[in-house]
């Protein structure tokens, strides 16, 4: 913010000022302090706008704006403002500047492009991906928000591909924002199911046209409106499979709303944490925070950070494909969030944030991955961040994953059964890990992280046509003459084995060790090369090995037959 005296010089400070002795401010800001203070006090606020802009701001506006500057720079730290309050106060600035304005892209040229400029993100900055996204000012008049700083827009204005939605049409699409299609609530307000025609996004009936989710702030919430700006500004321009669709907004009088494209399977901490539903497999988890990782890598190469990723955060379709939502990255810019917003947002908030960021505010990409490896954990162990209905010890989920981490049978979600591949389950516990290193410098980029997730599903991927039904004549050789198997083949995918070989051999041996007996419906057999991969399996196996056998014809619904072979070294 710049102030200047009508003739553009800066006037005399006064000596009568009370902050000299005990702000810590150079000489040259401690001018400015007392001159406007002065100047305040003798009623002369119009000599201390900046002459660019004298004449666009509306004098109660600017009376308000003037209050907030002198609170914060208020002697006593105690009568200061939080960040809470500074947004909530600049909010209404801004929307009393509004009225004062004709329309939003008069205003974004004058005093609140300025303010715009304050949401965290840069197109500029070297190497911004691995390398410092700090917002900290550089601007020594602005150290009083030490997570911001001001730098050039990189999307400086909603993308005109959105649709700017009338309010009174949002509450058509939701039945007037009913509570029978409430889909979730956040930290600043509840999400509803709308439905809209599918060219014109018009409202629609619902049931007809396409699903909506409609976000709708609460008036009260403090940091709603700057969330919302964000998300207008940022979402509206990021075209990713990984990312969600923003097809909207609405800003009218006090109501701000955004308008995404429907996910139908919600956000994945539900199935993480709760039982509201069956619990993922380790294939459906890892292919989902393989989206997540390929949104954020994108995010990154736009010079954008999340600022806190969660697994509240990642949205699912109906097909499980994950989309990074949630945008409003001003939210969690000040260590005050944690006093002012209670919800367990907060407790998030300090779950997966990175120890350096929550020491000194300083914001890199690394914390992005630092949040990363958070929600990998979760999504492997089933286990919060941050849980304090846990055990002394356990709270923590970086500091008990971290202390039990090559241990599969405690650190692994028992949900998952113990259905999973053990040397990739351990890598990809490698991975998380090193996302939680302590040191940023420690940790992976997004690419790499990508790349690890990448060998880890190549390990294990089947194709269809391996999928195909299992017709197989099994263990010739093993004592089991001809016989025809129906094996359930989607079980074995989401195992993650790839039954082809040697190599595929081995890891059933490998599971043969761990799980002792197994049920041949657990795995694929098809063929001759079925035959011969299980027999293989064998070998490398010491242990007994029940068959549980079914005929195709009876699949699903047939008599079993349990056979059991001696170990076979
Ligand atoms: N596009 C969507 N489709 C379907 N459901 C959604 C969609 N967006 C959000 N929801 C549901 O609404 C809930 C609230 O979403 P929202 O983004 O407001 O908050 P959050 O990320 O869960 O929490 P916070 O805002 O506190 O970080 C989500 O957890 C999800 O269940």
Not at 104 to 118: D, E, I, P, V, Y
Not at 156 to 182: N, Q
Not at 284 to 295: D, E, S
């Amino acid at each position: 913010m710049s102030f200047a005296t009508g003739d553009g010089k800066k006037s005399e400070p006064s000596s009568s000022s009370s902050i000299q002795q005990s702000c810590p401010i150079d000489e040259e800001q401690w001018g400015l302090v007392t001159w406007v203070q002065d100047s305040i006090k003798e009623g002369n606020l119009k000599n201390i706008i900046d002459s660019d802009i004298r004449g666009e701001i509306s004098p109660k506006c600017l009376k308000e704006y003037v209050k907030l500057a002198e609170r914060c720079l208020h002697n006593s730290p105690k009568h200061r403002p939080t960040m809470a309050e500074i947004l909530f106060s600049l909010e209404s600035v801004m929307a009393i500047q509004e009225k004062f304005n004709s329309s939003l892209q008069s205003a974004s040229r004058t005093l609140f492009g300025r303010m715009a400029n304050l949401f965290p993100f840069s197109s500029n900055q070297e190497n911004s991906v691995q390398g410092d996204l700090n917002l900290s000012t550089t601007s020594k008049g602005n150290n009083m928000f030490p997570h911001m700083k001001e730098v050039p827009a990189h999307f400086p204005s909603p993308s005109p591909i959105l649709k700017e939605f009338r309010f009174s049409d949002l509450e058509k699409t939701t039945g007037s924002f009913s509570p029978d299609l409430i889909l979730g609530e956040g930290g600043f307000g509840k999400v509803f199911l709308g439905w809209v025609k599918e060219n014109t996004l018009a409202p629609s009936k619902q049931g007809v046209g396409i699903a909506v989710a409609v976000k709708r702030l609460n008036k009260e919430s403090v940091q709603g409106a700057a969330e919302w700006q964000a998300e207008v500004n940022f979402l509206g321009h990021l075209a990713h499979p990984n990312i969600i669709r923003l097809l909207g907004y609405c800003r009218e009088e006090l109501e701000h709303l955004l308008v995404y494209e429907y996910m139908s399977n919600k956000s994945f901490d539900r199935f993480l944490f709760s039982d509201i539903a069956e619990p993922l497999s380790w294939g459906t988890r890892l292919l989902i925070m393989l989206g997540a990782v390929r949104g954020m890598t994108h995010l990154h190469s736009n010079n954008i950070v999340s600022r806190g990723l969660k697994s509240s955060d990642i949205l699912l379709d109906k097909d499980f494909n994950a989309k990074l939502g949630d945008f409003g990255l001003m939210r969690k810019c000040g260590s005050e969030t944690g006093k002012t917003h209670v919800s367990t947002r907060v407790m998030g908030t300090y779950g997966y944030a990175a120890p350096e960021y929550i020491a000194t505010g300083h914001l890199t990409a690394k914390c992005d991955i630092y949040g990363l490896g958070m929600v990998l954990l979760e999504s492997i162990t089933g286990r919060r961040a941050m849980d304090a209905q846990r055990p002394k010890g356990q709270k923590s989920l970086v500091e008990w994953a971290t202390r039990v981490g090559p241990n599969l049978k405690k650190i692994m979600d028992p949900r998952l059964n113990g259905k999973y591949p053990r040397h990739l389950a351990s890598e990809y516990i490698a991975v998380a890990l090193r996302c939680v290193a302590n040191n940023p410098k420690d940790r992976p980029s997004g690419e790499e992280v990508l790349q690890s997730l990448e060998q880890i599903y190549a390990k294990q991927n089947i194709t269809m046509s391996n999928r195909v039904t299992a017709i197989t004549e099994v263990l010739k050789d093993n004592d089991v003459k001809t016989k025809q198997f129906n094996v359930s083949v989607m079980e074995i995918t989401e195992l993650g084995y790839n039954p082809i070989g040697p190599d595929g051999a081995k890891t059933l041996a490998d599971i043969l060790k761990f799980h002792g007996n197994i049920k041949t419906n657990d795995w694929l057999v098809q063929g001759a090369k079925g035959a011969e991969f299980i027999a293989d399996a064998l070998k490398y196996s010491n242990t007994i090995f029940t068959l549980d056998l079914r005929g195709p014809d009876t699949y699903g619904v047939g008599q079993r037959q349990s056979y059991s072979t001696p170990n076979v070294v």
